[in-house]
Nanobody
Framework: QAQLVESGGGSVQAGGSLRLSCVVSGISYRRKCVGWFRQSPGKEREGVATIYTETGATTYVNSVKGRFIVSRDNAKNTVYLQMNSLGPEDTATYYC???????????????????????WGQGTQVSVSS
């Protein structure tokens, strides 16, 4: 049974940092796209970053470029999201998801494209105060 478990959320002041973890089990971790998403109350879920577990290739949305870093530890089947220079606009529940490597990359996770089989974690809350 597929299971993605996020951890590392919490409350920080603006300018602070947090590191989220996503442990993947129950599915083959190899050659997977793992993405981080976030959702604030009243807003749609948005993509944040992706990583391809095989090569470590990454993608980011513009709003987090230069502040967030996605990485992986294949020996632990774990993907991380290092979040720096956090601001109140980053407050959200953060989710990780795993899916197939399609369309030549992992950026497709942010788009409504057919194919794949997506597995989601339960989310971890991040709150940033000004």
């Amino acid at each position: 049974q597929a299971q993605l478990v996020e951890s590392g959320g919490g409350s920080v002041q603006a300018g602070g940092s947090l590191r989220l973890s996503c442990v993947v089990s129950g599915i083959s971790y190899r050659r997977k796209c793992v993405g981080w998403f976030r959702q604030s109350p009243g807003k749609e879920r948005e993509g944040v970053a992706t990583i391809y577990t095989e090569t470590g290739a990454t993608t980011y949305v513009n709003s987090v470029k230069g502040r967030f870093i996605v990485s992986r530890d294949n020996a632990k089947n774990t993907v991380y999201l290092q979040m720096n220079s956090l601001g109140p606009e980053d407050t959200a529940t953060y989710y990780c998801a795993a899916d197939q490597f399609l369309y030549g990359g992992c950026g497709w996770l942010f788009r409504r494209l057919p194919g794949g089989k997506r597995y989601w974690g339960q989310g971890t809350q991040v709150s940033v105060s000004s």
